[in-house]
């Protein structure tokens, strides 16, 4: 597990769709030219669900499963883990 400090923030659950694209942004900034990154974090993760970000658009937290809803997949979705992103951090919890 990697381990970082985050300053408090407050934390609210992803409500709207620009909260969605603002998610996606953040975790393809972490990613940039390198997608292994996000294997690294949570080995078989396939779906990164946003399920909360910080008021300021700082941080995001996703739930990782193992399968994927697309297009409407037979394989199980799993839940692998939790991960917060901020910036250019990431931790798992």
Not at 1 to 23: E, G, H, N
Not at 24 to 30: D, E, F, G, R, V
Not at 55 to 65: K, L, P, Q, R
Request: net charge negative; proline share 8%.
């Amino acid at each position: 597990m990697t381990t970082a400090t985050i300053q408090p923030t407050v934390m609210r659950p992803v409500a709207s769709t620009d909260d969605s694209f603002l998610a996606s942004q953040i975790l393809a900034t972490y990613v940039g030219d390198e997608p292994w990154k996000l294997e690294k974090l949570v080995p078989g993760g396939q779906s990164f669900v946003p399920v909360a970000i910080s008021s300021d658009g700082s941080a995001v937290e996703f739930d990782v499963f193992s399968g994927s809803n697309w297009p409407n997949s037979e394989s199980p979705k799993t839940f692998l883990a939790r991960l917060v992103l901020t910036g250019t951090e990431a931790t798992e919890e």
